[in-house]
């Protein structure tokens, strides 16, 4: 599939972003969505994604149930949607929705404390 427009790639994020449970919405706290073509080195190198594998989205940042008393005057957390790398691995503009949809969830997880393993365990990974 030839690659999508950022600007129609970015609604497809916000879209995901608002598409979230209300309960969910009103909890985000100090983070920050972006969207980039494709992870970075270093990304790469602290996500530990295991070589010949796909990174689609990272969390970077203290998630909720990390933060004390102390969590003040912090940067906001930061979650990049990687596009080229969901581009790649779809077929249809459809399965990028799709993909867009589940990456925003997962990613959004992290940032209330769900580690890969327990979503792994809930059937969400």
């Not at 990304?43 to 004390?68: A, D, I, M, N």
Request: charge should be negative.
């Amino acid at each position: 599939m030839r690659g999508m427009e950022q600007e129609k790639f970015a609604a497809l994020v916000e879209r995901a972003l608002h598409a979230l449970p209300a309960e969910f919405l009103e909890r985000l706290e100090n983070i920050e969505i972006l969207i980039a073509d494709a992870p970075t080195s270093g990304q790469l190198r602290r996500s530990r994604v295991p070589r010949h594998s796909t990174l689609l989205g990272l969390y970077e940042g203290v998630p909720q149930t990390h933060r004390t008393t102390g969590y003040n005057l912090v940067l906001p957390d930061k979650i990049t949607i990687f596009q080229k790398p969901i581009e790649e691995q779809c077929r249809t503009e459809e399965e990028i929705v799709k993909t867009v949809e589940r990456v925003v969830r997962h990613e959004i997880a992290h940032h209330f404390g769900i580690s890969d393993d327990r979503l792994r365990e809930l059937g969400k990974y």
